[in-house]
């Protein structure tokens, strides 16, 4: 079987849990999943046996977790290529002509920068070399799964692309609340994968089937691509010392058919399936018609949780022009001290009048636009969920821009120089953004209209030569100032009809320039955008703050035909004048000054504003009146599904920040002892990153913290909590917290629970992980926390009863 002989002429069946049926084998082993491809190879061959006489026509390799980040755990981070090679050969062997064979390939286990400490290109060359040995043990294609990083996601994807011939289907991880760990929604993921060139996308694992349909039906509205699904057989529970998945193959069949329904080329099974589930599957899709489907036209854009598409058949974008030094000297102070407050807040205001999207320019002089341009975008990422525009000088500035942020973004943009074309293409395609077309080159800017489009078709040509898609494209149709220039608005506004008649492509407008060096510009700024909008104009660069030209806009919009029913018109204008809201000035209000700081993630103004409050109020008082109420707000948002993870580890290190500061002026002093917590990953288990999380809340809101790692024996956790309470450590302000990312490994909870009773230990226990359910922590006598900001919640409510 090969795949390009079957892509698109029926649906696909992938296999099931891997995991799921080593553990069912009754297979002893302290080693990676992954040693059994050389240890017990005639176990994982069986296990692929019985996938394909159950039916599927996709099997997964036994390489989920066979990067060297992973391995290294074990100490078999040599083995990196023999383990996943070895797995490779091991399927193709059992695949014979029956089946295909996708390559596994899941996440480090370590967030990227900037959220966590793995940098972009290291990433990468982890995954090229997990790549190479797929293709070099003839995998079919290469499986990127349980991403709950989409930075992760590019990295892996540019890996197997750079590294081998191999297509590529990408898959994200999703939470109940239908957001990724860091808070990507389903639209969002789907766009930015999309635009990464994969043959498929998707999602897999966290959620049963209900739950993975829904995020189907929302990625499908944004989409035309073929989707993939591998949904758990339910959300586990436990019997006994067994983890049961309750979905039966029955109910598993049903929802794989309704998956198929919404778009799915590709249906198969995650954690707890088995070849029953499988075989009920394949049963049930056989003779099931492919949905093919258009997706809204035009060019799409996406950020943290928004998708934004812009073209003729949508409503007029705006971008946001304000994160630009220009004119402002106190943002260009900022740059120089490479601080971000000026921008974070001005972000949040732009969006708030109505900004679609946010153009992010550092450009000035004497500055390090490189490390400024990714600090700034980084800021700015924390505070809104839109699209963000990048107005780079330098090239590499550009591409660490692109490493860190999340989403689809814009480069703005690329002129017809050819060292523009071949530098700022390839950024381009390697990391899945959209073009803005200059229509100028060496010789300057056309003053035709004609001439414009000559420019605008050379470098669309290249474009789409390097496979760069025509809805990634648009077109600036280059404002000239009506001062130094009167016909130059005309040759504007031509510009934009003719790059719309004759190349379909969308069109932006920098509205502002035209009346430099006028009185009044904003009269003429908002006559030329109404004129723009008639024109055919898809997006304007404009001061969105400015009620004029926002009212402009809207009323444009509407005459040009652009508003269909008035819908957006009336939702602006039909809530009446609104009164302002009291500005607080805060440059003289320290107080809120520093509820905002940590409230919106700015390290530096938190540090500031503490060492201001020093004169005037005891260090206690700052924490417990503004620090405490301030991360408690950053809890309710998350809770309500305002902020996510980049938005509370911010305002977690703002409020460190802060505390040091306080630290330093206590001078020995200390605050009331709140409570020790001793956090570990269990043993067998070797994720960290929610463990760590938690730990860092904790610890800011005042905790003593002891984390014992990952993979910690229970013996180990059990003689560390004896120790204290021996030492003389209050029994009711001591607590064990325990994480688990793993079905197999959940049950050591219960064994370590049971140990601390054996030995007389007496504490509270807290678990949590993305296995862990509220019954299986009432079962084992264990307080549940669902995320970081619980776990705090809940050590705090018990402490205090207990102090």
Not at 417 to 442: C, F, H, N, Q, V
Request: hydrophobic share 45%; with cysteine.
């Amino acid at each position: 079987m090969k795949l390009q002989e079957v892509w698109g002429t029926r649906v696909l069946c992938l296999d099931g849990a891997m995991g799921t049926m080593i553990q069912e084998a009754g297979v002893t082993f302290t080693t990676a999943p992954e040693r059994l491809n050389i240890s017990h190879p005639q176990l994982i061959y069986e296990i692929h046996m019985a996938y394909v006489n159950a039916g599927a026509d996709i099997i997964e390799t036994n390489t989920f977790g066979g990067n060297r980040i992973k391995l290294a755990n074990y100490g078999l981070e040599e083995e990196v290529h023999l383990l996943n090679k070895a797995a490779v050969e091991l399927a193709k062997k059992a695949a014979g002509d029956k089946a295909l064979v996708a390559a596994s390939m899941g996440p480090t286990g370590k967030f990227l920068e900037p959220v966590g400490d793995l940098p972009f290109d290291e990433a990468v060359e982890i995954f090229k070399e997990q790549a190479r040995a797929f293709e070099e043990g003839g995998a079919d294609l290469v499986m990127v799964e349980t991403m709950s990083d989409i930075k992760e996601a590019k990295a892996a994807i540019i890996a197997v692309k750079e590294a081998t011939q191999l297509p590529v289907f990408a898959l994200a991880t999703f939470q109940e609340d239908m957001h990724t760990l860091l808070g990507m929604s389903p639209e969002a993921v789907a766009v930015t994968l999309e635009a990464m060139g994969v043959m498929a996308l998707g999602a897999n694992c966290s959620l049963g089937p209900e739950g993975l349909l829904e995020v189907a039906k929302r990625m499908v509205s944004v989409t035309p691509m073929p989707l993939v699904f591998m949904p758990n057989a339910g959300l586990p529970r436990l019997e006994g010392d067994r983890t049961v998945f309750p979905a039966t193959p029955q109910e598993m069949a049903y929802y794989a058919q309704k998956l198929v329904e919404a778009g799915a080329w590709v249906v198969g099974g995650c954690c707890g399936s088995t070849p029953a589930h499988i075989e009920k599957m394949v049963q049930t899709l056989k003779g099931l018609p492919l949905v093919k489907r258009k997706a809204p036209s035009g060019m799409k854009l996406a950020g943290r949780r928004q998708v934004v598409f812009i073209g003729k058949d949508h409503f007029p974008v705006v971008i946001g022009e304000r994160i630009n030094p220009t004119g402002k000297r106190d943002f260009q102070a900022e740059l120089r001290g490479g601080k971000t407050a000026w921008a974070r807040d001005m972000a949040r205001k732009q969006v708030q009048a109505g900004a679609h999207l946010l153009d992010v320019n550092v450009g000035m002089p004497g500055i390090d636009e490189e490390k400024l341009l990714a600090l700034i975008a980084t800021a700015v990422q924390t505070q809104v969920d839109c699209p963000l525009v990048r107005f780079p000088i330098e090239l590499r500035a550009i591409e660490k821009t692109l490493k860190q942020i999340d989403g689809k973004a814009l480069i703005n943009s690329v002129s017809g120089e050819e060292r523009s074309i071949e530098a700022l293409l390839p950024l381009a395609k390697r990391y899945g953004a959209t073009l803005l077309i200059l229509p100028l080159d060496k010789k300057g800017i056309p003053p035709t209209p004609q001439g414009r489009l000559e420019v605008t078709k050379r470098v669309v040509d290249k474009a789409l030569e390097m496979g760069i898609r025509r809805e990634d494209i648009m077109v600036d149709g280059l404002t000239m100032t009506v001062s130094a220039e009167a016909e130059g608005p005309k040759t504007t506004l031509e510009t934009v009809r003719i790059i719309n008649k004759v190349l379909g492509l969308p069109t932006v407008l920098g509205v502002s320039n035209v009346s430099f060096g006028l009185p009044s510009r904003e009269a003429v700024n908002a006559t030329f955008l109404a004129m723009a909008l008639e024109a055919g104009l898809d997006a304007a660069i404009i001061n969105p703050n400015s009620k004029r030209m926002m009212e402009t806009l809207y009323a444009g919009a509407l005459l040009a035909g652009r508003d269909p029913r008035a819908a957006k018109y009336l939702e602006v204008f039909s809530r009446g004048e609104e009164k302002e809201e009291e500005k607080t000035k805060e440059a003289h209000d320290p107080q809120k000054a520093l509820f905002n700081a940590v409230l919106y993630g700015d390290e530096e103004l938190a540090r500031e504003k503490a060492q201001e409050l020093l004169e005037e109020m005891e260090p206690l008082d700052i924490s417990n009146a503004i620090l405490i109420p301030a991360m408690e707000e950053v809890g309710r948002r998350f809770e309500s599904n305002q902020y996510f993870l980049p938005q509370v580890m911010a305002s977690a290190s703002a409020m460190q920040m802060a505390f040091s500061v306080l630290k330093k002026a206590m001078k020995g002093r200390e605050g009331p002892f709140k409570g020790t917590v001793i956090m570990a990953t269990v043993e067998g288990d070797i994720h960290d990153i929610g463990k760590n999380i938690v730990c860092t809340l904790l610890e800011n809101h005042g905790f003593r913290v002891i984390d014992l790692g990952k993979n910690v024996p229970r013996n180990q956790i059990v003689t560390k909590a004896r120790e204290l309470l021996e030492e003389g450590h209050p029994p009711g302000k001591l607590a064990v917290g325990l994480s688990a990312l793993m079905t197999t490994t959940m049950t050591e909870m219960k064994r370590v629970i049971e140990a601390l009773k054996e030995k007389g230990v007496s504490v509270f226990t807290l678990v949590g992980g993305a296995v862990v359910t509220t019954e299986y922590a009432q079962e084992i006598g264990a307080h549940y926390a669902k995320d970081a900001v619980e776990a705090v919640k809940v050590v705090e409510e018990i402490m205090k009863e207990e102090g």
